[in-house]
């Protein structure tokens, strides 16, 4: 599957920008998990306001993706592209109040 490049990044695109089944059908599955235990990543909403607050409102694109890229390096063992995008699009979600 093609994806035309966007203006907001995408963790689960290869060199190639196309997505496999599989990768789409984890993210789903993170997505839509019925309690945040079975996810690999804990989001602190807290925190996160904080973060977004000292952050000033700048670009919310950049924030969502720097505040992933953070979390995952801090948890490595949990990294793989649909979580971060998983993470991501919540993170996304939460702020721009969609």
């Known amino acids: 599957m093609k994806i035309k490049q966007s203006e907001s990044p995408c963790f ?3 060199a190639d920008h196309q997505l496999d089944a599989y990768s789409i059908f984890k993210l789903n599955i993170y997505l839509n998990a019925l309690n945040n235990e079975e996810k690999p990543y804990l989001i602190n909403y807290n ?3 904080m973060s977004y607050h000292l952050w000033q409102g700048k670009n919310l694109d950049d924030f969502c993706e720097k505040q992933t890229i953070s ?3 801090l948890n490595p063992s949990q990294d793989s592209a649909e979580a971060r ?3 991501y699009l919540e ?3 939460f702020l721009g109040g969609n």
Do not use: P, S
């Open 12 to 14: 689960l695109l290869d």
């Open 47 to 49: 925190t996160l306001l």
């Open 71 to 73: 979390y995952f390096l």
């Open 85 to 87: 995008e998983a993470m």
């Open 91 to 93: 993170i996304r979600e």
